[in-house]
């Protein structure tokens, strides 16, 4: 959705830590760095943020409301409001009433509905505090949660996929993050309803067979499904579908002629060359890829990913072993969907959402799309991962501030 942005003031509510990188001592500097005056409204005043123990808390829910309304009367404008941690479902409450009285039709409301991670709501959060942050979520623009998040606000044991389904109808856009990457599959049914298919846009007409072991979501991966997703939709008759279909999973069935598997076989004789690597780094590769090629049909030649067919289809034990992290997205008003991942560290360093969260929305008031806003929260908050001494503890968060000096850089990301 396009909007007019009336000036660069930012309104973002939130708890204040007196230590600990988390919440608005994350959001302030990066927002104000990114070149937007940030005006505040403290939920909550604690000693340190909840990781620590023996923390103190004072509630400050009671001030919010007159704070706002002070704004209203001296007739301070808003380009964005985005809000974060809440104490409790008062907080939620009065919230609402503040996007009501400050908030008007160009301004983007980004929500981050910060509740729990590890599959357990934070300590001190009651039971049914997802179900009032479900309806806070509805007068979202983008909502920002991680996994835990979702399957709260859901209430249920959702995969990726489902979820950017089910949370889009709370709000219209949509980014998941801090995913686990053994649990960012997307199933062939998500995907069709992700770019506007039905599951029977899939089954019928049927295509002639899934191969062997073929599995969308692994060895397809996002871009290629939305291709073929794209392809699909827009055929005429059940056999140009087909033939869709093929094209955007695999370029050729069988090798039709025995020249052209000849071909073929020289094709991916050397794959080690094709991956930029030294003959004989990866002995096991030719060897797979030449046999697998033959038997499937698979061109490395014609595949749009070279590399991303070698290494996924085959040579998966020679893929990176370092542990990454999914952030994936879903806009209904485009039918855009998107994914990018970041290296994970080995501990989870509190504040880690509220970095990335704080350079969504300012990404976004830049007039990123979705995607590209998503992508330039990922790239930031993989420099200040790269920037965090991982002996560090993780309560101290990332050490985001030695990577404010790329943002400026960061937010001006091209397509």
Known sequence: MERTIKNGRVLTIQDISCFGRCSLTVALPILSAAGFETTVIPTALLSSHTGIPGFTLRDLGGEILPIARHFKEIGLRFSAVYTGYLANNEQIGIVGEVIELLADKDTLIVIDPVMGDDGRLYKGLP??????????????????????????????DVGVGEALERLSELAPRVVLTGVEEKEAAFSAGQLARCFGLSKKD?????????????????????????????????????????????????R??????????????????????????????????RRRASKR????????EKTPSKKVALWRGFNRQKTPSKERLLSASFDRLTGEASRVFVDKLPKNFFGTGDVFASVLTAALLRGMALERAMRAASAFTQAAIAATNPAAGPEMGLDFERALTKLPEILTIKE
Do not use: H
């Not at 049914?128 to 920002?144: G, K, N, Q, S």
């Not at 067979?209 to 291709?227: D, I, K, V, Y």
């Not at 090629?293 to 490395?300: K, P, V, W």
């Open 293 to 300: 090629s033959l038997r499937e049909g698979i061109s490395a």
């Open 202 to 250: 899939l089954d019928n007409p049927k295509p002639p067979s899934w191969p062997p072991g073929f599995n969308p979501e692994t060895r397809l991966g996002l871009a290629r499904a939305r291709t073929f997703a794209a392809a699909f939709s827009q055929s005429e008759n059940s056999e140009s579908k087909k033939v869709a279909f093929w094209r955007g999973t695999k």
């Open 127 to 156: 039971p049914d505090f997802p179900a009032e942050m479900r309806r806070l979520c509805r007068r979202a623009d983008v909502i920002t949660p991680n996994l835990t998040e979702a399957r709260f606000l859901t209430g249920s």
């Open 252 to 285: 050729q069935k069988t090798p039709s002629k025995c020249g052209e598997a000849r071909t073929l076989r020289r094709r991916v004789v050397n794959p080690e060359a094709r991956l930029g690597l030294a003959r004989g780094q990866a002995p096991n590769l």
